[in-house]
Structure formats: C-alpha cells, structure tokens
C-alpha cells in the first residue's frame, strides 16, 4: 500500500506543470502626508494597489515596487527608502499625518518590509523587493498598502527629496513575477 501511494504521489508532481508569467501595473493611488519628527516636518508616501486576479490565483516567485530614481541637481547627499505594511485602512483624499491613523505619521508594521539605499545622484531606478508582504496579502492578511519613508535614524521621513518622490510616484510599477501551477 506505501509503494502505491508514494508512485501516486510521484506522478502528480510529474504530471504538474508550472508556467512562468510576469505582470507590471500603476500603483493604484498614492497620497503624501506631513508632520512633525522630532522637530522637524517629514513626509512619508501611501501607497495602494490591489494585487491583480492572474497574481492572487498563482504561486508569487516575486513582486518589486520599482519607480524612477530621485534626482535632486546641485545635492550629493546619500540615503535610504524603508517600505513598510500599513495596518490601517486609509484613502487619498482624507488621508492626513494625524488621520486615520492611530500613532500621527501612519500605523504600519513595526518591521521593516524592505530597504534600499539610493543617493541624489544615482539614476539608477529605486527598486523594493515586496514579495514578502504580497504573499501575506494574497494569503488573506487585510491590503491596506505601503508607506514609505526614511529610516529613524534619517529622520523618520522625507525632507528635501519629498517632492522629487511625489513625482516619480506618477511612474511606479509594481512588477509581479509568478508561476501558474497546473496539475
């Protein structure tokens, strides 16, 4: 009875195939909210897509958030775009530093999704590995979108390049990469 079911079972992943697809959208909408970290007024970026149907019903290999690098003439300062879940539903039109969240400045996973380091004079484009928290939301965890904003430690949001970033969001993608299994 073991052979049996360990030849059924061995022909099931033999007969399964899996093909590969890609797929790129706009972000859905994005707003940009303001307001005092320590001392200072920053800003940080809301972002909301849904994840299309082809995504949702096959297994992720990997999904980007890719936009335009933020270039700023006249500057060489370096430093970092954190991406993290937001935990609260939100819309653009009313979406405030002190509404609707909880903590002012947004209510969002306390760990970091992903990171990446940039420099007002990179032209390379700002790319953000979301698989992780793309996979949550396909699995069921509530898709209230993404903030971005500067690390603590480079003031808890944008300054300068604030409104560089408004921009370039005009032209955000979200890259998906996925396979559909078949059996």
């Given at each position: 009875m073991?052979?049996?079911a360990?030849?059924?079972?061995?022909?099931?992943v033999?007969?399964s195939?899996?093909?590969?697809?890609?797929?790129?959208?706009?972000?859905?909408?994005?707003a940009?909210?303001?307001?005092?970290?320590?001392?200072?007024t920053?800003?940080?970026?809301?972002?909301?897509?849904s994840?299309?149907q082809?995504?949702?019903?096959?297994?992720?290999?990997?999904?980007?958030?890719?936009c335009?690098?933020?270039?700023?003439?006249d500057?060489?300062?370096?430093?970092?775009v954190?991406?993290?879940?937001v935990?609260?539903?939100?819309?653009?039109?009313t979406?405030?530093?002190?509404?609707?969240?909880?903590?002012?400045?947004g209510?969002?996973?306390?760990?970091?999704?992903?990171?990446f380091?940039?420099?007002?004079t990179?032209?390379?484009?700002i790319?953000?590995?979301?698989?992780?928290?793309?996979?949550?939301w396909?699995?069921?965890?509530?898709?209230?979108g993404?903030?971005?904003k500067?690390?603590?430690?480079?003031?808890g949001?944008?300054?300068?390049?604030?409104?560089?970033?408004?921009?370039?969001?005009?032209?955000?993608r979200?890259?998906?990469?996925?396979?559909?299994?078949?059996?």
């Amino acid at each position: 009875m073991k052979v049996s079911a360990t030849v059924a079972v061995l022909a099931g992943v033999i007969l399964s195939t899996a093909t590969a697809d890609t797929m790129s959208i706009d972000i859905g909408e994005y707003a940009y909210i303001a307001g005092p970290v320590r001392g200072e007024t920053r800003g940080r970026a809301l972002l909301a897509f849904s994840l299309p149907q082809a995504v949702q019903q096959s297994r992720i290999d990997c999904a980007m958030l890719q936009c335009p690098s933020i270039l700023i003439p006249d500057t060489g300062f370096t430093f970092a775009v954190d991406a993290y879940r937001v935990t609260t539903p939100w819309e653009r039109n009313t979406a405030r530093w002190d509404y609707p969240w909880r903590r002012p400045g947004g209510d969002f996973d306390s760990v970091r999704a992903c990171r990446f380091p940039t420099a007002t004079t990179d032209s390379h484009p700002i790319v953000l590995d979301i698989t992780e928290v793309v996979k949550q939301w396909q699995s069921g965890r509530a898709n209230c979108g993404l903030i971005l904003k500067r690390p603590d430690y480079e003031g808890g949001g944008f300054s300068l390049e604030g409104l560089p970033l408004r921009q370039v969001l005009d032209h955000a993608r979200v890259k998906f990469y996925f396979s559909h299994v078949q059996r």
